[in-house]
Nanobody, 123 residues
Framework: QLVESGGGLVQPGGSLTLSCSASGDTWDYYAIGWFRQAPGKEREGIACISLSSGKTYYADPLEGRFTISRDTAKNTVNLQMNSAKPEDTADYYC??????????????????WGQGTQVTVSS
């Protein structure tokens, strides 16, 4: 089971870091991805990181403002958002890729999912 934390209110232009942890402190998966879903919109992939190689992947429209990283000391996968925009307001989820050949944009490659953490960008 995955658990997200760090959501909340952030001002436009501000930064926020979300964390994803695994219950039991085990990461027996291929990759961890971060996704978001805004009201009335489909869930979209933001970034993912391979747990074996550490290689990172980003959705093209979002690369540059988001950074995914793994904190081995805290056993978390973090997502940092910079230059926040109101359109970043959404529920943010982390999920684990449970099969080889996973792809950031294929949500079916991910199981389990966390319950999400809400991020609101507003002044």
């Amino acid at each position: 089971q995955l658990v997200e934390s760090g959501g909340g209110l952030v001002q436009p232009g501000g930064s926020l870091t979300l964390s994803c942890s695994a219950s039991g402190d085990t990461w027996d998966y291929y990759a961890i991805g971060w996704f978001r879903q805004a009201p009335g919109k489909e869930r979209e992939g933001i970034a993912c990181i391979s747990l074996s190689s550490g290689k990172t992947y980003y959705a093209d429209p979002l690369e540059g403002r988001f950074t995914i990283s793994r904190d081995t000391a805290k056993n978390t996968v973090n997502l940092q958002m910079n230059s926040a925009k109101p359109e970043d307001t959404a529920d943010y989820y982390c999920a684990a890729a449970d099969r080889p050949g996973w792809h950031l944009l294929r949500t079916d490659d991910y199981n389990p999912w966390g319950q999400g953490t809400q991020v609101t960008v507003s002044s």
